[in-house]
C-alpha cells in the first residue's frame, strides 16, 4: 500500500509542471494546487490526462497493478472567495466525481454550489436526528427466478425526518458519508435487520449494504462483528454488500476486514459490479461469494447488444470464479426473459417487488412463489 502511493506520488510529480504544486492530504488523496490563469476546458482536458496516466498499470514486485483516479477541481476567484471555500469545493466536486462518474474529472459549478447548500439543510437535519428512532429499514426481496423462490432480503435504509419529513436514502446517504456519519447508521440499521431477520425460515438470507467507512478501520470493522455476534442471527445467512468503488479506496484494508467477516461466516457481496475499476487479479485476492450486477446493465439489455454483450461477460466470469450471481434492478418481462436466457437464476428488482416492510416480508414469505407480487 504504502509502496503503491509512492508510485503514485512520483507519477504526478512527473506530470507536474512549474505551476502545479503536488501534495499527499492523506490516505489515497492528493491535492494539486494549480496556479495561473487557466480555462475550465484547459482544467479538464489535464484532469483527464492524469486521470488516463493514473489508470496506466504500476509494477510492484513484478506484479502489475491497476488503479483508478476520480480528480475534483474548483477555481479561484470564479467559484471559492478563499482558500477554505476553494478546498471545500474541491473536495465536493471530487466526492461528487467518485459517486456519479468515477475515473473521471469533474469541476465544481454553479449548480454544485445549489446543491451543496441544499445538502447543508439535510447535513443539519441529520446532525440533529434521533437514529434509533427516525431510520430503520425495509427489505427488497431477491428472487431465484426459475422457481420465483425468495432466497434472500436485502435490507435498505430509510429516514423519516420529523423537520424534513421522508428523505431518499441516494440524498440523505452520500451525506452520511461525506461528514462521516455513515457508521454511527451502520450500527442501528443492522441490529434492527438483523432482528427482523430472526422472523423468517432459516433457508432464506439477509443482505446488507456495508460503506467504505464502515471497513476503513479496525474500530469499525470490531463494532460490526459484534452486533452480529449479539444478535442471535446465524451469520452463515448474512451477506455483507461491498461496493466495487469502496473496494478500490482501499484494497488492503478492505481486504482485511472482509477476512473477518467471512471468519464469522458471512457471504461477502461485491456490490454494482463493473461500474468500478478493479481488475480480476484484485477480484481474486478478496475472499468473495457473490457478485451483484449493477441496474444500469440491465436496462434495455433484451433490444442492446452492447449491454447483452456486457451482462453475459460478467455472468460468464462468475461463473468461472464460482461466485453467484445476483442481477439487480429487474424491471420488465422482456429484461427478466433475456437475463433467465444468459443463465441468471437470481434477480432482484421492482418487476417483482418494490421494497416492502418487515410485516410485509412475512406475508410474502406465506404467499405461494407463484402468487408473490407487491407493489
Not at 50 to 64: D, G, N, Q, R, V
Not at 237 to 261: S, Y
Not at 281 to 295: C, D, E, F, M, V
Amino acid at each position: 500500500g504504502d509502496r503503491l502511493l509512492m508510485l503514485v506520488a512520483e507519477r504526478l510529480t512527473t506530470a507536474a509542471s512549474d505551476t502545479v504544486h503536488v501534495s499527499r492530504l492523506g490516505g489515497d488523496e492528493f491535492a494539486l494546487v494549480i496556479k495561473g490563469d487557466i480555462s475550465n476546458e484547459a482544467l479538464l482536458m489535464f484532469g483527464k490526462h492524469l486521470c488516463t496516466l493514473m489508470h496506466e498499470s504500476f509494477e510492484l514486485s513484478e506484479i502489475p497493478i491497476q488503479i483508478g483516479a476520480t480528480l475534483g477541481f474548483a477555481t479561484f476567484p470564479a467559484t471559492a472567495d478563499n482558500a477554505a471555500q476553494l478546498y471545500e469545493y474541491a473536495d465536493y466536486a471530487l466526492y461528487q466525481g467518485k459517486n456519479h462518474n468515477p475515473g473521471s474529472t469533474c469541476l465544481f459549478s454553479a449548480s454544485h454550489r445549489e446543491q451543496l447548500n441544499t445538502d447543508g439543510v439535510t447535513e443539519q437535519a441529520l446532525r440533529r436526528a434521533n437514529l434509533e428512532t427516525e431510520f430503520h429499514v425495509l427489505f427488497q426481496p431477491i428472487i431465484e427466478s426459475c422457481t420465483r423462490e425468495t432466497v434472500a432480503f436485502e435490507a435498505l435504509a430509510r429516514w423519516n425526518s420529523p423537520e424534513l419529513g421522508a428523505v431518499s436514502p441516494a440524498h440523505f446517504i452520500p451525506i452520511a458519508e461525506r461528514i462521516g456519519m455513515i457508521n454511527e447508521l451502520t450500527a442501528p440499521l443492522l441490529t434492527q435487520a438483523l432482528q427482523r431477520a430472526l422472523s423468517w425460515p432459516s433457508p432464506i438470507r439477509l443482505s446488507f449494504n456495508l460503506s467504505a467507512h464502515d471497513c476503513a478501520t479496525w474500530e469499525s470493522v470490531k463494532r460490526i462483528v459484534e452486533i452480529i455476534e449479539n444478535s442471535g442471527f446465524d451469520a452463515s445467512r448474512l451477506d455483507l454488500e461491498i461496493t466495487e468503488t469502496a473496494v478500490m479506496q482501499d484494497i488492503g484494508q478492505v481486504q482485511q476486514a472482509i477476512a473477518q467477516f467471512r471468519q464469522l461466516g458471512c457471504g461477502i457481496s461485491l456490490d454494482d459490479f463493473g461500474t468500478g475499476y478493479s481488475s480480476l487479479s484484485q477480484l481474486h485476492a478478496l475472499a468473495l461469494t457473490k457478485l451483484k450486477i449493477a441496474r444500469s446493465f440491465v436496462t434495455g439489455v433484451h433490444d442492446n447488444p452492447t449491454s447483452y454483450k456486457i451482462v453475459k461477460s460478467l455472468v460468464a466470469l462468475s461463473l468461472d470464479m464460482s461466485l453467484d450471481c445476483v442481477i439487480e434492478g429487474v424491471e420488465t418481462q422482456d429484461e427478466l426473459n433475456m437475463l433467465t436466457s444468459l443463465g441468471c437464476t437470481m434477480v432482484q428488482g421492482n418487476f417483482y417487488s418494490p421494497p416492502i416492510t418487515f410485516d410485509e416480508t412475512l406475508v410474502w414469505i406465506e404467499t405461494p412463489d407463484d402468487e408473490c407480487t407487491f407493489g
